[in-house]
């Protein structure tokens, strides 16, 4: 809980196995009380709602804080921009202005979307049969986990992958590029590399791909859900080896230099989870 007016920081603490609240109260020494001093934030949309947050403005309380970020919030109970005065942006640099100074590739976008195999209208009618009693927050609710839960099935999946094989090794494969691929989650990462492996086996491609996850995520249930496919992540010690390895060039365009063994291993695809690359 932050009081902008007081020295003290109220430290709210929650658990989650009871129902309880522990309120403490911590005295904040006020480190400078500078009008003149400048505060910059990076990656500001993350790290400034909290209690550090909080105390470094009790610390410095006459400093202007100025927040960096590419993906500020814009949500009722959290705002970046309200969070840093609210008012208009100081300045917005537009990834069109970045690729025009020549700072930035220019993010070339090619839309695919798989069929959802899904019949909408008989869908739909027996959603609303079985949910009739329901109010519309809670119907909202129940069709965003639907539509999480399908996105994710192995069937859709399967589809999206022999998409990428195809796109990938017609296109920027051929211009001597390597690919990345980022899931939202280590379940999505882990079940793609296993997809992956299965269309290998069954002669589709040829390619060398890496799964990198963080096998001690909280966010998910991946040791429960996928046990079976745990031998498919990237051990952690091998994790640094694997990505320099994928920095080098593909066998036939560097054959003057690359051992046998760079040659064998060469990744064209790495693929990462949404929140290891964020963190």
Known sequence: ?????????????????????????????????KDNLYVLADEAHRSQYGLLAAYMRKCLPKAKFIAFTE????????????????????????IKESVADGNTLEILYNQALP????????????????????????????????SKKYKSSFERMWVIAEHIVKHYVGGAKQEGHKAMLICTNRITAVMYKKIFEDLKSE????????????????????????PDYLDLVTPSDKIKSVVKEFTLPFPELEKAWL????????TMMIIFSLSLTCC
């Open 71 to 94: 993906t500020p919030i814009t949500k009722e109970e959290k705002s970046t921009l309200g969070e840093f005065y609210g008012g208009e942006y100081i300045d917005v640099y537009a």
């Open 203 to 226: 002669g589709i491609h040829k390619l060398n791909t890496k799964v990198i996850v963080s096998l001690s995520g909280k966010g998910d249930s991946l040791e429960k859900q996928c």
């Open 259 to 266: 051992t046998i063994k760079q040659a064998r291993l060469s």
């Open 1 to 33: 809980m932050k009081d902008r007016s007081s020295k003290q920081l109220n430290s709210l603490t929650k658990s989650k196995k009871f129902i309880r609240e522990e309120e403490s109260v911590i005295e904040v020494e006020e480190l400078c009380v």
């Open 115 to 146: 069929e959802l195999f899904l019949d909408k209208p008989g869908l739909d009618s027996d959603f609303e049969e079985t949910y009739e009693h329901e109010d519309k927050e809670r119907k909202a609710l129940l069709i965003r986990a639907v």
